[in-house]
């Protein structure tokens, strides 16, 4: 069940807010439409429910706000939009990734696409689903956690009319089992047909919730209404009349001398009232939430009248239609209409607020030029008057913005992310060509070290191949997030979590580190096929090299991931990895250079004397390779910029945090 109470959003300036206190209820077990023409604020009050804006007031999704459920995925189901996901991702690649971030075991995402009827385009791109595929999986990545609760905001727009009639089976088939629906639309015969209750916004304000039934028959169709004190006798005549003439009308007794009449006209009922001599108190075309009691009021009622009409609703016109929908034909149905017999026809009341009833201007007014105001219209006027000089509720409480989820299994959730496109594939592969074809023809030239030959480094560019593809796969990692952001669709953001980052970490170093030993594999294969087994032949200090070149790829990959994560731009991560061999490293040297620094020759033996004894198994060797690594300008620059990208990151996160 969802219940919300004084949903406020923050006015901008001085225009209105675009939700000003609507409170409301969507039972467990029937599905509710939100409905509202475009600007009503049905999609900021659902964002507001579910703590993606701030504003004020408090939601419970089945006695609890959103903020206290443990892993709010596995309560409530959301679909915002399009799903935002990568266009070259598999609908069960995406359906996988989602099952890492939500903790759910991964044959839940066969099982949904079962139930949505994607099983046959499990295989297909993002990219290539048409509109209604992608609304079937957007409500696939809303059940796969197995929710309560499903919150959509107009899912069945762009849809064909069989694939309209599909979703709201499935929405229906959810509440049946015992869950909460609740749906924007901005179509009222599409809330009528598939909604149980239906919760009518405009201008950001609640102007009514009723029962499907009462709301198709008030707000559908337009009505005559009619006052006399002869009601039954004008209704047995308007119906002869009609089956006499094989028209379709519907007489419908209010209660007491009040009668509603659907298929007819003002000058159609008239007549046949003047003709038998039926006197008539009031004759008036109607439609939205007005009854048959409703009319023009004068004096101070009719101002007090009028201004809380003005502070609570507007005219429905927008929602008028001429297609009858319900029992059409000529029935004559005595007492309450249907719908709610306890729910008054002339205005909506709800809580502590009526809503009063609109009017359409009338056909024949009542004796002496004016309306004949009842008992009933009296006390209505009076419960206005006294709402209007009360003096206003205490504010709700304020809704702070719900920090993004992280994944439930960020490890698995990363593979899963990086290996279901082929881009880092397609990357390493154009890495180990270009490393390959920069050392053929580096041999060719000549004058190069055999180490950078291996590493394929040319001293005129400031990082080698390897490097720069590593940078560029951990920039990937951050930048595919925010490009595509499946984690937080409905915030447009990444969350910034530890878990995630030492996840996109771990991976971008396996992959640097595998990159690494591929491009020199391939560059020593390359060189010995081409010029002989000379130009291949191992370093003697390969140890100390292959720790520095490990330890410059690897911190490329970080690097990137780093700014990325940032600056929320692959862009950006890659130029930070570009930046330190061309900005830092300068830098560094010129620091470098000053007579207080104490060179690195003699490490080793200055080591013994620290720690005073021998290393086990020769571990000094690595300590030392170590060093080697960071006291070098390229080394020294990498962990200086590493250091300040993950102080920045974590700078970052305390601050969303602290938010």
């Known amino acids: 069940m969802i219940q919300a109470f004084g949903l406020t959003s923050n006015s901008r300036k001085d225009l209105p807010p675009a939700v000003d206190d609507v409170s409301f209820e969507a039972p467990a077990g029937r599905v509710t439409a939100l409905l509202g023409a475009s600007g009503a604020g049905k999609t900021t009050a659902l964002r507001l429910m579910l703590e993606l804006q701030r504003g004020r007031g408090l939601t419970y999704f089945k006695g609890r706000p959103l903020h206290r459920i443990a892993h709010p995925s596995r309560e ?158 004008l209704a047995a005549l308007l119906t002869k009349e009609a089956r006499t003439a094989h028209r379709s009308v519907e007489v419908v007794r209010e209660g007491g001398n009040r009668l509603s009449v659907y298929g007819s006209t003002c000058a159609d009922v008239g007549e046949t009232a003047f003709r038998h001599g039926v006197l008539v108190h009031q004759l008036a075309d109607e439609i939205g939430d007005m009854g048959p009691g409703a009319g023009p009021l004068s004096g101070e009622n009719a101002e007090a009248a009028q201004e809380t009409r003005e502070s609570f609703t507007k005219p429905e016109s927008g929602l008028a239609g001429n297609e009858a929908v319900g029992v059409a034909g000529t029935a004559v149905r005595g007492g309450q209409s249907h719908g709610n017999p306890s729910m008054p026809s002339s205005s909506h009341l709800h809580g502590e607020r009526a809503v009063p009833a609109d009017q359409a201007a009338h056909c024949n007014p009542g004796p002496g030029g004016g309306p004949d105001v009842g008992s009933g219209d009296t006390a209505l006027i009076s419960a206005a008057v006294s709402r209007v000089r009360a003096p206003l509720p205490p504010l709700p409480p304020s809704i702070s913005v719900r920090s993004a989820p992280s994944p439930l299994r960020p490890l698995r959730y990363e593979l899963r992310r990086a290996a279901g496109i082929g881009t880092g594939f397609l990357t390493g592969a154009a890495v180990l060509v270009t490393s390959a074809l920069t050392a053929v023809v580096l041999a060719r030239v000549g004058h190069t070290p055999q180490a950078r030959l291996l590493a394929a480094w040319p001293r005129e560019l400031p990082l080698p191949p390897a490097a720069l593809g590593a940078g560029l796969l951990g920039a990937l990692a951050f930048g595919d997030e925010f490009r595509h952001p499946a984690l937080a669709a409905d915030r447009g953001t990444v969350p910034r979590r530890l878990g995630l980052l030492t996840a996109k970490l771990a991976v971008a170093t396996v992959s640097a580190l595998a990159l690494a030993f591929l491009a020199v594999g391939c560059d020593a294969e390359v060189l010995y096929l081409v010029y002989g087994r000379e130009l291949a032949e191992v370093p003697a200090d390969w140890f100390s090299l292959s720790a520095s070149w490990f330890g410059l790829v690897g911190g490329c990959a970080w690097s990137g991931v780093l700014a990325a994560g940032v600056f929320r731009s692959t862009t950006a991560g890659l130029a930070a990895v570009v930046a330190v061999p061309v900005l830092v490293v300068p830098l560094v040297q010129r620091a470098l250079e000053g007579a207080s620094v104490r060179a690195a020759a003699g490490l080793p033996a200055r080591l013994r004397e620290v720690f005073l004894l021998q290393w086990p198994f020769g571990g000094e060797r690595y300590l030392v390779g170590a060093v080697r690594v960071i006291a070098q300008p390229v080394g020294g620059a990498l962990a200086l910029s590493l250091t300040a990208l993950l102080c920045a990151y974590l700078l970052t996160t305390l601050r969303s945090r602290i938010r």
């Open 76 to 233: 409530v189901g959301v679909l915002m939009g399009e799903v935002p996901g990568h266009p070259a991702r598999t609908v069960r690649g995406h359906l996988r990734m989602l099952c890492a971030a939500a903790g759910v075991p991964v044959r839940r995402a066969d099982e949904v696409l079962e139930v949505v009827g994607l099983v046959s385009l499990r295989d297909e791109r993002l990219g290539t689903l048409s509109c209604g595929m992608d609304r079937r999986l957007g409500l696939a990545c809303a059940l796969l956690a197995d929710p309560h609760t499903l919150v959509l905001d107009a899912p069945a727009d762009g849809l064909s009319a069989r694939e309209s009639h599909w979703l709201h089976g499935m929405l229906r088939a959810h509440a049946a089992q015992g869950g909460t629906v609740l749906f924007t639309t901005a179509e009222p015969k599409e809330a009528a047909r598939a909604a149980d209750r239906v919760i009518t916004l405009e201008q950001g304000r609640l102007v009514a919730d009723q029962a499907a039934p009462e709301f198709a028959r008030t707000r559908l169709r337009p009505r005559v209404a009619v006052r006399t004190p002869h009601a039954a006798r």
